[in-house]
């Protein structure tokens, strides 16, 4: 069968949501089914051309990167099933569906994911292929979320995989980093939704650091952001509500949000950037503008907020018990290194997840994030903070900036050969991969 739909073949430029990260594929594809889908794979295959799934870019890694064919996410969306029979209940998505899409949808049916990152822009399966992940005591990844996928493979089989059917890959293909197939359908566990009340709150970075065992104990959501050159932070409480929604209103949730958070924030950014020297004191007055309010709402409204400042970003998930020295550290070395660093770093946790490379593999985990605003230089910061990282046996977000190898990898993920031998299962000639899984994985 030959498949053209929407094909591209004139080498059209890819550039990722941060812009750090550019290709040419080959060919660009819109299939709109599983047959499809699988027409371009062999076609992809008979012509010598890896194969990319793509979701919407917003990697920071060369993770989507590919001069082969690259298969675009836009018309393998949508809802294929709600099955409220089970316990949990599930929902079963096209693996292109946008987070937003599928928060809407849910929300409409009375249900909701436990728990999820900053933003909802990303598709399903881009989402759990890197492990995207938000802040919890007791609920995990995105990806730790997901009881069912289907996953097309190199040799043209569908594999349906979970707990049940094919095991093996269905523990490494959560957080599959795009290297076993292209994942066609995603099933994950819902619960009936619930209201979430936010308390933000500012707070000093000795008095959070020094109560941080005790706010994660205490919460079922707890992540701060320290504003580098001031001692302050702001920190945000999210626990179930068996109240009334109280959300926050048009006008101030705007203000705050949009005006403040994103608004006023690029300004500050891009002064910053033209300026560096104006950074810290800049940090002094904004980091104490920001105020307490306390919010409910359901959860996507409370996890998630727009991102339109752009950033490039590098996070580390240390073992916990480690995560406020080496935050202490980042610290200290901001204070006396010459560098002005306009954007919060962020910090959040994860229980231990049974999945071989998510960032919370078999252990609980804390994450520090560090952020710098676009076309600002990089290397310094953030090879000074991926020192500290690595003397904690950090792990790196799979979709954000790093420069670890296979070598270092397979040192801090007890799973990493077991990942490995099904990939080399599945793909013995890596008809998906590219520059970057070579680089993390191997050849
Ligand atoms: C503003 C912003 C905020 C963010 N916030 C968070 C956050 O709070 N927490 C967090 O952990 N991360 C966060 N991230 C990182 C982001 O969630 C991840 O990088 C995620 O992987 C991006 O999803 P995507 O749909 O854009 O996928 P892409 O970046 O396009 O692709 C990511 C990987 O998924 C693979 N993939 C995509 N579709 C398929 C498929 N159908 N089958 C197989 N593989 C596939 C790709 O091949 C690639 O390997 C953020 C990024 C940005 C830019």
Not at 177 to 191: K, M, P, R, S
Not at 269 to 297: E, F, H, N, Q, W
Not at 313 to 341: D, G, Q, T
Request: with cysteine; glycine share 8%; aromatic share 8%.
């Amino acid at each position: 069968m030959s498949y053209d739909r929407t094909e591209t073949t004139s080498r059209t430029a890819w550039r990722n949501w941060a812009g750090n990260v550019t290709a040419r594929p080959a060919r660009t594809v819109s299939p709109a089914s599983v047959d499809e889908l699988s027409a371009v794979v062999r076609r992809a295959a008979a012509d010598g051309l890896k194969v990319k799934a793509g979701g919407t870019g917003h990697s920071f890694t060369a993770v989507a990167a590919t001069d082969g064919v690259r298969i675009r996410p836009d018309l393998l969306t949508g809802i294929r099933e709600i099955d409220r029979t089970g316990s949990p209940a599930t929902v079963t998505v096209e693996a292109g569906t946008p987070l937003k899409r599928l928060n809407a949808a849910l929300a409409r049916e009375g249900l909701s994911l436990t728990n999820m990152g900053d933003i909802m822009e990303q598709t399903v399966a881009g989402a759990i292929s890197t492990g995207t992940h938000g802040t919890g005591r007791e609920s995990a990844s995105i990806a730790a979320q997901v009881r069912a996928l289907e996953l097309l493979t190199a040799d043209g089989s569908l594999l349906r995989c979970s707990a049940e059917e094919n095991a093996d890959v269905f523990a490494a293909a959560r957080v599959g980093l795009g290297a076993l197939g292209v994942i066609t359908a995603v099933t994950f566990a819902v619960e009936p939704v619930f209201l979430l009340t936010a308390r933000e709150e500012p707070m000093s970075f000795d008095r959070v650091t020094a109560e941080f065992d005790q706010h994660v104990a205490e919460n079922e959501h707890f992540e701060f952001y320290w504003f580098p050159h001031t001692g302050n932070c702001s920190t945000k409480r999210n626990n179930r509500s068996a109240g009334l929604p109280a959300p926050l209103g048009r006008v101030s949730g705007w203000v705050e949000d949009e005006f403040l958070a994103n608004g006023l924030f690029e300004v500050v950014c891009s002064v910053g950037k033209a300026v560096p020297m104006v950074i810290p004191p800049l940090a002094r007055v904004s980091s104490r503008v920001l105020s307490a309010r306390t919010y409910t709402d359901i959860p996507y409204k409370v996890f998630t907020s727009p991102r339109r400042v752009r950033f490039l970003e590098m996070e580390y998930a240390l073992p916990r018990e480690h995560v406020v020295e080496a935050l202490r550290e980042v610290k200290a070395m901001v204070e006396r290194s010459p560098l002005k660093i306009s954007f919060p770093v962020e910090i959040r946790t994860a229980p231990a997840d049974d999945i071989p490379l998510s960032t919370a593999s078999g252990r609980e985990s804390a994450y520090i994030a560090v952020h710098l605003y676009r076309g600002t230089p990089h290397r310094s910061y953030f090879t000074a903070v991926e020192r500290i990282m690595i003397a904690y046996g950090g792990r790196p977000h799979w979709g954000k900036v790093h420069t670890r190898d296979a070598a270092y990898l397979a040192g801090v993920y007890p799973r990493f050969a077991e990942f490995a031998a099904v990939r080399d299962r599945l793909d013995p000639d890596r008809l998906f991969g590219n520059d970057y899984l070579r680089r993390v994985i191997g050849d």
